[in-house]
């Protein structure tokens, strides 16, 4: 990839977010980072080493939590997602904890002997996110398989919420949280309490303290960016403290070329863009293969020298035109911003989701993981 696209990292925002997540907690509440998807796109080699505050880190993917490990030997290491049968003896000999939903995982774990250590497991229970979990009829058959087995240790019960972030009417995840609890309730009575339970994310952690529990999944927050515009109102709202996120990320290019273009000129394939006068175009070597998504073509704007420059013409694959006439000063090579600040001027994720139609996660997960990511320390 080459070196004129790239992403910076303000370490300081992720020291800050985590202390203005923490605000939010109990004092005996554990915080989990989840570094899942390249840190959200982020960057999981150049975050793992920021995220010292956290006590767990989760990631959904064997490899995920392999190359994780890595970065970072000593904390806790929660896997969310499947880990394929033929690698639940690798994951447990590293001592990965695993999320179970699958009696087949489950049968698996029991065919373990040792020198391997026990498996702690973290049972996922379904409330109506429709997706992982085991559904209420099945838990009494699902519990059985797991206390059948002594070499499964039940440390943790989750659940994920479906509907917090996108209304504010949280009658929903109040049903589902009074679901989890029933469950704990029934693991309790059969003497397998999980010392762990952990339902909320992001949404969750700042809107209600009673889904804290023991631990809490920091995801989205974590780089500094909202669940959802709904998620801050309702913070204001309910009078609840409101963290002072920072986002993390920013992500630039340079000017690779400069022309003046006549009036009339097409820009890009389709010649979806006609110039209506002499027109300075600068010529930005990102596109849809970085993850600037095609949709932005004739609907975004780039910042240079402070001034924003609007995207002509359709994104390429490589490319991007911008029209730069009202730039002034503009020269080959100067700094682009694509998401971050320049002078006065700001792009954020949310602005390039609402030009997209889409969330600011989509936006950060899917900025080319090749690209190189730059940590930017606070100045003394």
Not at 167 to 180: I, S, V
Not at 314 to 330: F, L, Q, Y
């Amino acid at each position: 990839m080459s070196s004129l696209v790239w992403v910076e990292l303000d370490a300081g925002a992720v020291a800050h977010n985590l202390d203005e997540l923490r605000r939010c907690l109990g004092a005996d509440v554990a915080l989990c980072a989840v570094l899942k998807a390249n840190a959200y796109g982020h960057g999981v080699r150049e975050l793992a080493p920021l995220v010292t505050g956290a006590d767990w880190l989760a990631v959904n993917s064997h490899d995920e939590a392999r190359e994780l490990r890595a970065l970072r030997p000593e904390p806790p290491i929660l896997i969310l997602g499947h880990v394929p049968l033929a690698e639940i003896e690798q994951a447990v000999r590293a001592g990965f904890r695993l999320t179970v939903y699958n009696r087949e995982t489950v049968d698996r774990l029991a065919t373990l002997a040792a020198p391997l250590p026990p498996a702690r497991v973290h049972v996922k229970i379904e409330t109506g996110t429709g997706r992982q979990g085991v559904l209420a009829d099945d838990l009494p058959s699902f519990l059985d398989a797991l206390l059948a087995s002594p070499r499964i240790l039940i440390e943790g019960l989750s659940t994920h919420y479906a509907n917090i972030e996108d209304t504010m009417n949280h009658d929903y995840a109040a049903a589902q949280l009074e679901r989890f609890r029933a469950a704990a309730a029934y693991l309790a009575a059969r003497g397998a309490a999980a010392p762990i339970a952990h339902t909320a994310a992001t949404a969750a952690l700042i809107l209600f303290p009673k889904t804290h529990l023991a631990m809490v999944r920091a995801g989205i927050g974590l780089y500094g960016l909202w669940p959802s515009r709904e998620t801050y109102l309702s913070a204001l709202l309910e009078k609840r403290p409101v963290p002072q996120l920072r986002p993390v990320l920013s992500w630039k290019t340079r000017v690779a070329q400069l022309k003046i273009l006549p009036e009339g000129s097409s820009v890009s394939y389709g010649c979806t863009y006609k110039t209506t006068r002499p027109t300075r175009i600068a010529v930005l070597p990102v596109g849809y293969a970085d993850g600037y998504d095609r949709r932005l073509g004739n609907v975004a704007y780039v910042l240079i020298r402070g001034r924003r420059a609007q995207v002509v013409g359709r994104v390429t694959m490589n490319m991007i035109m911008v029209d730069a006439t009202d730039v002034s000063g503009v020269v080959l090579e100067d700094e682009a911003v694509l998401i971050g600040s320049s002078g006065a001027e700001s792009i954020t994720a949310e602005t390039m989701a609402g030009w997209t139609g889409t969330i600011n996660y989509e936006v950060v997960a899917r900025i080319n993981p090749l690209l190189p990511r730059r940590v930017v320390r606070p100045t003394a």
